[in-house]
């Protein structure tokens, strides 16, 4: 999932319009028990280049890490930093992952952009058909002698990032995916032996949980309900979001399918729970982690990220457990996809630091760093070696909550039109879509009329994106 962070209107239509610029420029010229560390041997040293200094060449790497998070990745760089001489790189940290974004757009046009960036999912769409801003990862690893496929990386994580040819033009890497939180005590007392694994059951057991004096049965991520019951809804159900698989086969022409009744029974749902006060959501701007940790709500659909974060807070008895699905759906469930972002490798750099971004990026998909990254920050390992690597180690014997994230993303391999949404100007997509979704909430609107605005509105900002970027 997406790093929690508030995202303004105004900054997303700048970084929307700092695009256009940038494409018209192109075109013109928790804590964890693991020992596990990253290993001083997964990066090659590379031959000096003339702009080398004592200390290596400097590669700057702008991300949206701070806190915990922070302070983990710079130990992954400064392993990076002594396991050879050849580069330094820096970590950078820029704000929210919208400010990232926006941010590197202007030292894009200004040629002062980073080395590498990290881009959050819902701008793969806009970075990728972006021209000549980036440079491919598959094409860098084979060009400097690195091992690299998309083979290499679990099933949720490659198919999110993937181009139409099956090529990483990215490097994913902090990768999350929705799981359903729920406080065991509760769910007790009320009579209840296991979690629910349907969305009805849900609804059973919200009333049976508001008999016994537990009002709340659920809520969802606050800035990102949209990413929860909206896209991972329909991969993991196996309902087609958007025409052209989501996006992946065409930019021009591409329409949502969100004003469809699966969106539309569920949504319903969720405002018929929310007019009983058996399910709250307050909006973008409001942390619902408080809502669960501190025993509103029993049950919590969040970010596998927030493990950590929940596990510290929670002052009862955590279970973890897989979404629940469409009852009688016989493709449910299907994959859920990650969430979070990749690093690009960003254009317009001297030819000579390109061999250290390269060793840089795989270091960082190396087993060990997976594993020292994932055991550490509640993210999922993105590869398969470094899955392998904790599960010989014997991390998920002893950290099973992790491994729900990682059963949930390579539940089966993803479908044509459930390995991920690549669809241009999603963040104000998702906006829309949490304009309906408040409306529904507070009984102004029927799902029905509320997912009509939002397809409506939603098939406009991809209209104009197709403008920009479609050919």
Known sequence: MPIARSRSRLGLLAATVGLSLLAAACSSSTPSTTSTSPSSTAAS?????????????????????????????????????????AYHVV?????????????????????AAPNI??????????????????????????????????????????????????????????????????NKAELAHAGITQPPSTWSQVAADAATLAAHGQRCSLTSSGAYVMWTDME????????????????????QGVKLEIDTQPFISHLALLGSLAQKGEY?????????????????CAMYEQSSADLTTIEAAAKFPLGITELPVVAGDPAAPQNT????????????APSSSYRGDAAFLHYLMSPTTQAY????????????????????????????SDLVAVKELTNKPPLSYTRGIRLGYLPEIRDAEASAIAEVLAGKESAAQALATAQSQGDKILAQFAAQYGG
């Open 45 to 85: 040293s590379s031959p000096s280049s003339t702009t080398n200094t004592a200390t290596g060449q400097t590669l700057t790497v702008w991300t949206a890490f701070s806190g915990a998070l922070g302070a983990t990745f710079n130990h992954v760089v400064d392993d990076f930093n002594a396991s050879q001489h």
């Open 91 to 111: 970590a950078v940290y820029k704000g929210s992952y919208s400010e990232v974004l926006s941010d590197t757009i202007a030292a894009f046009r200004a040629h």
């Open 117 to 182: 960036a990290q881009i959050f999912d819902a701008g793969t769409a806009t970075i990728m058909d972006a021209a000549g801003t980036y440079e491919p990862v598959h094409t860098l690893m084979a060009k400097y002698g690195y091992p690299f496929a998309t083979s290499d990386f679990i099933g949720g994580a490659a198919s999110y990032y993937e181009t139409a040819a099956d090529q990483l033009d990215s490097l994913p890497f902090n990768s999350s995916t929705p799981v359903l939180y729920y």
């Open 232 to 251: 991972q809804y329909a991969v993991w159900n196996g309902y087609h979001y958007a025409t052209d698989d989501n996006g992946y086969k065409a930019v």
């Open 280 to 296: 709250i959501w307050n909006g973008v701007a409001t942390s619902t982690v408080p809502l669960f940790t501190k025993g509103t």
């Open 337 to 348: 996809v990650v969430g979070g972002a990749s690093f690009w490798v960003l254009s317009g």
């Open 373 to 400: 990254w994932a055991s550490h920050t509640g993210y999922v390992p993105v590869t398969n070696a470094a899955s392998s690597l904790l599960r010989s180690q014997g991390f998920y014997a002893t950290h099973p």
